[in-house]
């Protein structure tokens, strides 16, 4: 198995260990947009502004991540 593999397998067990959630992802994705972003994901959440602006958008984009490499995880073993 390359290395890389044995990265990526350590990578999804501690996401799983850690109880990783969407909004874990979204924040993440809100982080390697920007700071600004980040900033912004942070503020609107604290102020219970989550069906707007940066938190709905990184949000929507870690359902989409999550949806994306599901079906792609069931097309690769589907074909095993």
Request: hydrophobic share 40%; glycine share 6%; net charge positive.
């Amino acid at each position: 198995m390359p290395v890389a593999s044995y990265r990526h397998a350590k990578l999804m067990r501690n996401a799983q260990a850690a109880g990783v959630t969407v909004e874990d992802l979204a924040r993440a994705s809100a982080s390697y947009d920007s700071g600004d972003a980040l900033a912004a994901f942070d503020a609107e959440r604290a102020r219970g502004e989550m069906t707007t602006g940066k938190f709905v958008e990184h949000v929507t984009h870690g359902e989409w991540l999550l949806i994306r490499a599901t079906e792609y995880a069931r097309q690769r073993t589907a074909k095993k």
